[in-house]
């Protein structure tokens, strides 16, 4: 990226007054007002959360990727598609409250869709169960998107096909019983399409019963061969079904309390049985400090976070 020229206690400057209290009018004019020299701004303080949240939805995205359908809340410039277009992701839709900033993401040619919306608890410009993967990166703060706008990040994703839950219910107590020894999953849902030629019928499954000997005995299989198989119906079911929630977070102190009622929220829809946390990753280099009350003795830099659910097909999120 470009040098801006400007200096770190500049940048600073600026990112206090994109953090300032204000009416929402007000920030996404100050967001206008910054668009074109964002990107070059935000580098000298090293913003490292779009690289970081697309890595890690890669990470548990794993087949596929061109053909996934991303909607980018609060896409800003696009540095969030740019980044998830290098890991190979290549359809997005992306959504912003500030005219400006959509316009220098326009310019990228990353995004199918760009519309510009305002993020909170009134339904998002998208139809229902649309998007295979949905990310908000660097605006879930306080006087940004509010944490409100959760349930309709779900309402916009893609469910895990109920067919898939009920595999993973009938399979989680072998699972389990093998997570405590230790083994992990090691095959792919594409190795176990090429290998085994497609899931096992739900009515076999039943029939096999929850023990790895009686699937073994089925299969014609070594019970180290039966314990992969096992594991690789949980990973079929897991790793290309059912759309991804990325969502980011700064966990510096004055986050925090924003931070807190998020993962609140979270949590209450993980209990109801709407998404499921697949990932929560601490960053301890998210940006460097930008305010005094950022300031600790221990790093220039502040933490992040990023948490991914997966929506499962629980009842309806509409209301
Ligand atoms: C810090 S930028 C992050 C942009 C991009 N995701 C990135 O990581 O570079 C925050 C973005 O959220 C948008 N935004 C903040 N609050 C919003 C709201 N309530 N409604 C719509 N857009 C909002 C701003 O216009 C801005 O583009």
């Not at 199918?112 to 998007?131: A, I, N, R, V």
């Not at 019970?223 to 991804?244: C, I, M």
Request: glycine share 6%.
């Amino acid at each position: 990226m470009a040098d801006c020229g400007k200096g770190l206690q500049q940048v600073r400057d600026i990112i206090a007054a994109a953090r300032k209290d204000c009416s929402l009018s007000e920030k996404l004019q100050f967001y206008d007002n910054w668009a074109t020299q964002y990107e070059e701004d935000v580098s000298v303080v090293e913003y490292k959360a779009p690289h970081l949240a697309a890595l890690a939805l890669a990470s548990v995205c794993q087949l596929n990727r061109e053909s996934k359908l991303v909607l980018d809340v609060a896409c800003g410039t696009g540095r969030a598609a740019e980044e998830l277009h290098r890991c190979g992701f290549n359809l997005f839709h992306g959504l912003d409250g500030s005219a400006g900033m959509l316009e220098v993401a326009k310019k990228k040619e990353l995004y199918q869709e760009l519309k510009q919306s305002l993020l909170g608890p009134k339904q998002l410009p998208c139809d229902s169960e649309k998007y295979d993967a949905v990310i908000i990166v660097g605006a879930l703060s306080d006087g940004n998107v509010p944490v409100s706008v959760l349930p309709e990040l779900l309402r916009v994703t893609k469910p895990v096909p109920k067919v898939h839950n009920d595999f993973r219910w009938i399979l989680d107590p072998v699972w389990r019983l093998h997570e405590e020894e230790g083994i992990v999953s090691c095959y792919t849902g594409a190795t176990f399409l090429e290998e085994v030629g497609g899931p096992p019928k739900r009515s076999t499954i039943r029939k096999s019963g929850q023990n790895i000997h009686s699937i073994s005995i089925l299969y014609g299989l070594t019970l180290r061969e039966a314990q992969h198989l096992v594991l690789v119906w949980v990973s079929y079911g897991y790793t290309d079904y059912g759309g991804l929630v990325c969502m980011t977070a700064r966990s510096s102190i004055p986050n925090l309390q924003y931070k807190a009622e998020l993962e609140e929220e979270m949590s209450s829809l993980q209990n109801k049985g709407f998404w499921e946390q697949v990932l929560v990753q601490e960053e301890e280099h998210w940006m460097k400090v930008t305010s005094e009350r950022e300031i600790t003795q221990e790093s220039d830099y502040i933490p992040g976070v990023i948490y991914i659910y997966r929506k499962m097909s629980a009842p309806s999120i509409a209301s």
